[in-house]
């Protein structure tokens, strides 16, 4: 298991999470999601995507989707670009 999903709560190793946007280390990692700093979107699949879990990452102009099963396997992984709209 990559991903801990318990309910809507979300659990994800900091190494994971360092190695998926390339350019935090863990420990800055860890500090940034308990600052409030990274933010997670959760969504629950629905029709044919049910049984998937896709949870967003971001970070000032970077974010990170996974696309997980529900035994939080991660499926999928990609880099976004996060636009922000009060520039």
């Known amino acids: 298991m990559e991903v801990e999903i318990k309910g809507d709560e979300v659990t994800i190793d900091a190494q994971t999470?360092?190695?998926?946007?390339?350019?935090?280390?863990?420990?800055?990692?860890?500090?940034?999601?308990?600052?409030?700093?990274?933010s997670i979107l959760f969504e629950r699949g629905i029709?044919?995507?049910?049984?998937?879990?896709?949870?967003?990452?971001?970070?000032?102009?970077?974010?990170?989707?996974?696309?997980?099963d529900s035994a939080g396997t991660i499926l999928s992984a990609e880099k976004l670009e996060v636009v922000?709209?009060?520039?």
């Open 17 to 38: 999470l360092s190695k998926l946007f390339g350019n935090i280390s863990p420990l800055r990692a860890q500090e940034l999601i308990r600052d409030g700093k990274i």
């Open 84 to 87: 922000d709209k009060n520039r």
């Open 47 to 68: 029709e044919e995507d049910r049984g998937r879990i896709r949870i967003s990452f971001t970070y000032a102009d970077e974010g990170v989707r996974l696309t997980c």
